[in-house]
């Protein structure tokens, strides 16, 4: 929770700096000058609240929608072997980690899979598809878990929430005030807003999102190699690089749904640019570039870089 207020008063605080810095550079007095009547800071104001609005629901959404998408089954009370061990080692890696006991869930699916998810990454939700249990070995599923534990001692969730909320606001801020620049300087509408305006900001809101996608997308991945590195840290790195190995080979298998995939450990085939994930075979070479470097250790999940 702390992470959150912290990263919400940073972009607050970028908002303030923009605002004051339009003033202070004269864009606004420049845009008046030139019939363009548009208050910057309130419309940097209504950007980052229609930005920040959907992010933040879904994120704190996440694990009941996650629950219902994939119909997880969360295991309350261990039936069999397997799932005592399933919620054994996540409650080891957590502990070991320094973070709270999440929820351990299965859901049924045939693909080789697992997600992390949850705003509050003391109470997060790490579950593992049935295709996962049937085509890996223990040593591999741990590997896996530790991999999804590690994004939620990052505060990944959360982090690629903010970050989307940002480019959000970004988009419309910029899109409306390419259409009011048409509609002002082209079509020479004096007052009001003419068709011009939102044709023209709904196609700049198309392709600057197009761009916020490719940003948010790069972060994701970035936060992949960082999740690989600390499950290594909790699982071994053999461990690590045998699971992606055999991720590998089970690339052609159905894969989860659009929602879901950010979350996961594998997205499937995609194109690079806007790929959640990076290619097995680089995150596997970067694993194997780092197994002379210095291990992660537990203190470095509490106090990386992230966010959540």
Do not use: C
Not at 107 to 121: E, I, K, L, Q
Not at 241 to 265: D, G, H, S, T
Not at 281 to 302: N, V
Request: no cysteine; net charge neutral.
């Amino acid at each position: 929770m702390l992470r959150l207020g912290l990263f919400l008063g940073a972009n607050l605080a970028i908002l303030a700096v923009l605002s004051v810095s339009f003033r202070l550079l004269g864009i606004e007095g420049l845009l008046h000058a030139n019939g363009v009547d548009l208050n910057l800071t309130a419309l940097l104001i209504f950007s980052a609240a229609i930005g920040f609005a959907g992010s933040l629901i879904s994120l704190f959404l996440s694990k009941t929608m996650a629950k219902a998408a994939m119909r997880v089954q969360v295991i309350s009370a261990p039936r069999t072997a397997t799932e005592r061990w399933l919620v054994e080692t996540v409650h080891a890696q957590t502990d070991q980690a320094g973070i709270g006991r999440p929820e351990v869930g299965v859901f049924d699916h045939p693909s080789p899979n697992a997600f992390a998810t949850g705003w509050n990454r003391d109470d997060a939700l790490i579950a593992v598809s049935t295709g996962l249990l049937n085509h890996m070995s223990r040593n591999e599923v741990e590997a896996v878990l530790a991999h999804e534990v590690s994004h939620a001692a990052n505060g990944d969730m959360v982090t690629l929430a903010l970050i989307q909320g940002v480019v959000n606001t970004f988009v419309i801020f910029l899109s409306r005030i390419v259409g009011l620049l048409f509609d002002r300087l082209i079509l020479r509408i004096e007052r009001g807003y003419g068709p011009g305006f939102w044709i023209v900001s709904l196609i700049a809101e198309m392709v600057l999102g197009v761009l916020a996608m490719a940003i948010v997308m790069w972060f994701s991945r970035w936060r992949e190699f960082r999740a690989d590195a600390g499950g290594a840290a909790l699982a071994g790195r053999q461990n690590m690089i045998a699971a992606l190995e055999r991720l590998k080979l089970a690339q052609n298998a159905p894969p989860l749904p659009e929602e879901m995939r950010a979350f996961a450990i594998s997205a499937g085939r995609v194109q690079a640019l806007f790929a959640s994930h990076p290619p097995l075979d680089r995150r596997i070479a970067a694993l194997k570039a780092d197994s002379s470097r210095p291990h992660i250790s537990q203190g470095d999940f509490r106090q990386g870089p992230g966010w959540g």
